[in-house]
């Protein structure tokens, strides 16, 4: 089992900055592919970072170059780094966990996470 905590969200003005931390507890943290996922209102939940188990990333489209997705194995924590907030960045945000699969691999689905947390609110006005 895999315990997922997430924290950092809150309420910013659009241009803002957040770090989102994602503390996870229960198995051996190296061997997870982790991910963001963000879910807006009436809309589907949706990757926006991921990360395998060697540091290689994958980042939505529409997030690239501000958002910055890392681990801290030594602390059993990922991160997400958002910068240049936009107002359509307004979602809940999870950390998600995957234990099986190839290391290399950052699975893009939400059926394909293991593990969720309970999310963490991020809110951006103008």
């Known amino acids: 089992q895999v315990q997922l905590v997430e924290s950092g969200g809150g309420l910013v003005q659009a241009g803002d900055s957040l770090r989102l931390s994602c503390a996870a507890s229960?198995?051996?943290?190296?061997?997870?592919?982790m991910g963001w996922f963000r879910q807006a209102p009436e809309k589907q939940r949706e990757l926006v970072a991921g990360?395998?188990?060697?540091?290689?990333?994958y980042y939505l489209g529409s997030v690239k170059g501000r958002f910055t997705m890392s681990r801290d194995n030594a602390n059993n924590t990922v991160y997400l780094q958002v910068n240049s907030l936009k107002l359509e960045d307004t979602a809940v945000y999870y950390c998600?966990?995957?234990?099986?699969?190839?290391?290399?691999?950052?699975?893009?689905?939400?059926?394909?996470?293991?593990?969720w947390g309970q999310g963490t609110q991020v809110t951006v006005s103008s």
């Open positions: 998600a966990a995957r234990l099986t699969g190839s290391a290399f691999d950052i699975p893009r689905e939400v059926r394909e996470y293991e593990y």
């Open positions: 229960g198995r051996t943290f190296s061997t997870l592919k």
């Open positions: 990360i395998n188990r060697f540091g290689g990333t």
